[in-house]
């Protein structure tokens, strides 16, 4: 099975500033002959189902802020929120969907204000 | 616009069963697998389970198998979850859980319902 590592498992910044998640996969989640990766990340707020965020590792989903970013290859992804808003409180989950046809989950990331 | 909407939850003592719904509107539910994601409380995300949009093929995690049983009917545009032996550590918000891509088994989803909570307690 595929293991997600999630870090740092949460971070305080402060309004305006840029937050930065790691999400590491124990083998690469690219599929080379096509070259996409199967990595998605999902934000999820306190009493909320999670809503998907990036999917393919950097794709965008339609309606999601462009201050959201996601980007890596292989085995290494970050999601970077470029300048952080009150309403991305919330804990952030990256997921791989390459071992078909189950998926598995990071451990989350708790983002707060400073 | 999609709507998935899960019944079922409650408490329930170890051993018994327990069987979940989720009702779907706002795409064509035939044409989607479906999965069922499950959240301890205070805890992450668990991939428990997929069947196909044809409901030919049906996969689980290792703590399932032998115990849980995902269906559906496209007549209803309803998923299920039946839910035997429950164990403590099954206790967890349930959610029902749309796949992004029309015909794919593979677990990309999108779109989420609100959940309902399954707690397993004598």
């Known amino acids: 099975d595929i293991v997600m590592t999630q870090s740092p498992d949460s971070l305080a910044v402060s309004l305006g500033e840029r937050a930065t998640i790691n999400c590491k996969s124990s083998?690469?989640?690219?599929?080379?002959?096509?070259?996409?990766?199967?990595l998605a990340w999902f934000q999820q707020k306190p009493g909320q189902p999670p809503k998907l965020l990036i999917y393919?590792?950097?794709t965008r989903e339609s309606g999601v802020p462009d201050r959201f970013s996601g980007s890596g290859s292989g085995t290494d992804f970050t999601l970077t929120i470029s300048s952080l808003q009150a309403e991305d409180v919330a804990v952030y989950y990256c997921?791989?969907?390459?071992?078909?046809?189950?998926?598995?989950f990071g451990g989350g990331t708790k983002v707060e204000i400073k | 616009q999609v709507h998935l909407v899960e019944s079922g939850g409650g408490v329930v003592q170890p051993g018994r069963s327990l069987r979940l719904s989720c009702d779907a509107s706002g795409f064509t539910f035939s044409t989607y697998a479906m999965h069922w994601v499950r959240q301890a409380p205070g805890k992450g995300l668990e991939w428990v389970a997929v069947i196909s949009y044809d409901g030919t093929n049906q996969y689980y995690v290792d703590s399932v198998k032998g115990r849980f049983t995902i269906s559906r009917d496209n007549s209803r545009n309803t998923l299920y979850l039946q839910m035997n032996s429950l164990r403590a550590d099954d206790t967890a918000i349930y959610y029902c859980?749309?796949?992004?891509?029309?015909?794919?088994?593979?677990?990309?989803?999108?779109?989420w319902g609100q959940g309902t909570l399954v707690t397993v307690s004598s």
């Open positions: 859980v749309k796949v992004l891509l029309e015909w794919e088994l593979r677990g990309l989803v999108d779109r």
């Open positions: 393919w590792a950097s």
């Open positions: 997921q791989q969907y390459y071992s078909t046809p189950s998926a598995t």
């Open positions: 083998q690469s989640v690219l599929y080379s002959s096509i070259n996409k990766n199967y």
